[in-house]
């Protein structure tokens, strides 16, 4: 069970920058999917500053994909077979 007090601390880590969902997992040792379930539930009742930082989370995730891809391409000169 997640108390105020821990949940309080996981949003605050996230926000402030200081760790990843990853991070703050391993910091309070507890699963990536309960982090993520806190910081969901916490952007979804109106903590718009979670919220930004989410996004810009998932964004900067998408942009680091594509580079990883073109990457590859260019170094292998091969694109996947699927």
Do not use: C, F, W
Not at 11 to 16: D, F, G, R, S
Request: proline residues 0%.
């Amino acid at each position: 069970m997640v108390t105020d007090a821990i949940r309080d601390r996981v949003i605050n880590a996230y926000i402030t920058g200081e760790y990843t969902v990853r991070g703050v997992a391993a910091k309070y040792d507890m699963s990536k999917s309960t982090v993520h379930g806190i910081l969901k539930r916490a952007a979804a009742a109106g903590n718009e500053e979670v919220a930004r930082v989410i996004q810009m989370n998932t964004e900067a995730r998408a942009i680091r994909g594509g580079e990883a891809t073109k990457r590859r391409y260019e170094v292998t000169g091969v694109r996947s077979s699927n």
